[in-house]
């Protein structure tokens, strides 16, 4: 039976992959009418996909199957019974398959299109090839594929790859959640959707709240090593850095299997569909909820109530909930909550006090809990020197705090979105002088 008949036992997604189906068609035919597609899905993928950048001696034929082995979803090998089976029975094999297609010749697939093998040169790679998002991120993601490819370029028998595959996977993951550490869950489509280019904010960006910072990093890390971990609330003034800490982690961890999720409030109902798409992932992902908070009238917190204590649906072990907000209490209590007169009607609440507790005890699910306060005088003029000095500013020290001190009084008050905010406009202004003298 010809190989592009047979389906793939391990690698399932190549089954419908054009460019394969065509270049294993090629190999076995030699028929010049594949050549246009398998072209076709080489420039998508150039064009479209941001291929992580791999070294001049990885064809772009080469990078896009690479790309196709470790980004497609197959199974985990977390995954006990099914992932076993799939190695014994699949992986070496499909590693087999693969060879000849990796080293697979694109001049005469080029030639019977009129091409000149140039048009595939290292310098059209290259430049098809630079990724655009997170660069930490393709940095890592770089690395570990040119690892694997070296292997590829040494070894005669692929089946002996099976470990370094295995480690591969392990390490990375497959699907989106190797490919991207930020997703989004988009409520009304039902689905993950990867943030292509996340905020690249890390701790080193991040001045004061050490301690505060050091309890997260603690808990982060347990989770991410496998151990107990809990729930994490970050409550306190608003700009102090509550979002970007937790932002931070994923560059800090995310090499290590950490991904992040932001989830709206309204979709706190989606829980359950959305552990069911995580738990079988070798990954650890933080559920995000930002600025987080309940009006009058809004049900939304007993969703995270069961969230947070478990319902029919259990939390796997490898998801956790992180939220931020600007307050301790996550729910607005009312006057009429503690029976007390208001101006409006009253309601007939025949449980009153099981429902003021039920709205103040929120919080309390979250296993542990960490404040932020707005920061004193010599703190913001810390974080304003920290983030000038990275910004490389050129301006004198007593220049830049007087400075600071003048928009902290005439704008937000002190917190570090307030600096960062007074970093950005003195970069703009010191830029604009600058281009000014230039023109004179």
């Known amino acids: 039976m010809p190989s592009i008949l047979v389906p793939w036992m391990f690698f399932q997604g190549l089954s419908d992959?054009?460019?394969?189906?065509?270049?294993?068609?090629?190999?076995?035919?030699?028929?010049?009418?594949?050549?246009?597609?398998?072209?076709?899905?080489?420039?998508?993928?150039?064009?479209?996909?941001?291929?992580?950048?791999?070294?001049?001696?990885?064809?772009?034929w080469q990078s896009y199957l690479l790309h196709r082995l470790f980004f497609s979803t197959f199974?985990?090998?977390?995954?006990?019974?099914?992932?076993?089976?799939?190695?014994?029975?699949?992986?070496?094999?499909?590693?087999?398959?693969?060879?000849?297609?990796?080293?697979?010749?694109?001049?005469?697939?080029?030639?019977?299109l009129g091409l000149r093998p140039e048009v595939l040169s290292p310098d059209f790679t290259s430049a098809a090839s630079t990724a655009r998002g997170d660069t930490l991120l393709n940095q890592w993601l770089s690395d570990r594929l040119t690892e694997v490819a070296r292997s590829l370029e040494t070894t005669e028998d692929w089946a002996d790859l099976a470990d370094l595959f295995t480690r591969a996977f392990r390490s990375m993951g497959s699907g989106p959640a190797a490919r991207h550490w930020v997703f989004k869950w988009e409520g009304p489509s039902r689905r993950l959707v990867p943030v292509i280019e996340p905020d690249p904010i890390t701790l080193a960006d991040l001045v004061g709240y050490e301690r505060q910072r050091k309890q997260v990093l603690q808990n982060t890390e347990q989770f991410v090593l496998g151990l107990p971990a809990n729930n994490v609330l970050l409550y306190g003034d608003r700009g102090t850095g509550k979002s970007s800490l937790v932002k931070a982690l994923v560059h800090e961890f995310?090499?290590?299997?950490?991904?992040?999720?932001?989830?709206?409030?309204?979709?706190?109902?989606?829980?359950?569909?959305?552990?069911?798409?995580?738990?079988?992932?070798?990954?650890?992902?933080?559920?995000?909820?930002?600025?987080?908070?309940?009006?009058?009238?809004?049900?939304?917190?007993?969703?995270?109530?069961?969230?947070?204590?478990?319902?029919?649906?259990?939390?796997?072990?490898?998801?956790?909930?992180?939220?931020?907000?600007?307050?301790?209490?996550?729910?607005?209590?009312?006057?009429?909550?503690?029976?007390?007169?208001?101006?409006?009607?009253?309601?007939?609440?025949?449980?009153?006090?099981?429902?003021?507790?039920?709205?103040?005890?929120?919080?309390?699910?979250?296993?542990?809990?960490?404040?932020?306060?707005?920061?004193?005088?010599?703190?913001?003029?810390?974080?304003?020197?920290?983030?000038?000095?990275?910004?490389?500013?050129?301006?004198?020290?007593?220049?830049?705090?007087?400075?600071?001190?003048?928009?902290?009084?005439?704008?937000?008050?002190?917190?570090?979105?307030?600096?960062?905010?007074?970093?950005?406009?003195?970069?703009g202004e010191l830029a604009l002088e600058k281009k000014k003298v230039d023109l004179r």
């Open 17 to 60: 992959d054009p460019a394969v189906a065509a270049a294993e068609d090629w190999i076995e035919t030699k028929n010049p009418e594949v050549a246009a597609p398998w072209f076709r899905a080489l420039l998508h993928f150039a064009a479209e996909e941001d291929p992580i950048p791999l070294p001049a001696t990885v064809s772009l």
């Open 75 to 112: 199974p985990s090998p977390d995954e006990g019974k099914e992932w076993r089976r799939a190695l014994q029975g699949g992986l070496a094999a499909d590693l087999r398959r693969l060879r000849p297609l990796y080293h697979l010749d694109p001049a005469p697939l080029l030639e019977s």
């Open 254 to 427: 995310g090499a290590r299997g950490l991904r992040l999720v932001e989830v709206a409030r309204r979709d706190l109902g989606d829980f359950p569909l959305i552990i069911r798409l995580l738990r079988r992932r070798p990954q650890k992902f933080i559920l995000f909820f930002d600025d987080l908070s309940f009006g009058e009238g809004e049900t939304f917190y007993k969703d995270l109530k069961t969230l947070l204590e478990g319902g029919v649906e259990r939390r796997p072990n490898n998801v956790l909930l992180y939220a931020t907000s600007n307050r301790r209490h996550l729910v607005n209590e009312r006057f009429s909550d503690r029976g007390w007169p208001t101006r409006g009607d009253e309601e007939d609440d025949l449980h009153l006090e099981d429902t003021v507790q039920e709205k103040l005890s929120l919080a309390d699910r979250f296993g542990l809990t960490v404040s932020f306060l707005s920061p004193d005088q010599e703190l913001f003029l810390e974080m304003v020197g920290h983030m000038a000095k990275r910004a490389g500013l050129e301006i004198e020290e007593d220049s830049l705090r007087r400075l600071a001190l003048q928009w902290e009084r005439r704008h937000n008050g002190r917190s570090g979105r307030s600096a960062r905010q007074f970093v950005d406009h003195l970069a």
